[in-house]
């Protein structure tokens, strides 16, 4: 059974910086591709960021160049360091991966931005 956990959120005050953290564990031979989400609604996602297992990194135009998106291969993890964070930027994000055709997904972990 595979299993995405994310982690590394938390109170952060605007301008702040948080890194976030996602592992797959489980049946995980190959994970060609993991990406970072945000909920803008119970049933909606945007992009926040997702990168391909060599190379190959996509943005949300939100972003604007205040986030990095890394992966670790050996360890089937994947992390964002968000900098310059705003309150706009206060939501749920979640990390998912396709395994075997399946798109996993975490439970999400909580950034919020408040002074």
């Known amino acids: 059974q595979v299993q995405v956990v994310e982690s590394g959120g938390g109170l952060v005050q605007p301008g702040g910086s948080l890194l976030l953290s996602c592992s797959v564990s489980?049946?995980?031979?190959?994970?060609?591709?993991m990406g970072w989400y945000r909920r803008t609604t119970a049933d909606r996602y945007e992009i926040v960021a997702t990168?391909?297992?060599?190379?190959?990194?996509l943005y949300g135009n939100f972003v604007k160049g205040r986030f990095t998106i890394s992966r670790n291969n050996r360890l089937n993890a994947v992390y964002l360091q968000m900098n310059n964070l705003t309150a706009e930027d206060k939501d749920i994000y979640c990390c998912?991966?396709?395994?075997?055709?399946?798109?996993?997904w975490g439970q999400g972990t909580q950034v919020p931005v408040s002074s």
């Open positions: 489980g049946n995980t031979e190959s994970i060609y591709f």
């Open positions: 990168m391909f297992r060599v190379e190959g990194e």
């Open positions: 998912s991966a396709p395994v075997d055709g399946i798109e996993y």
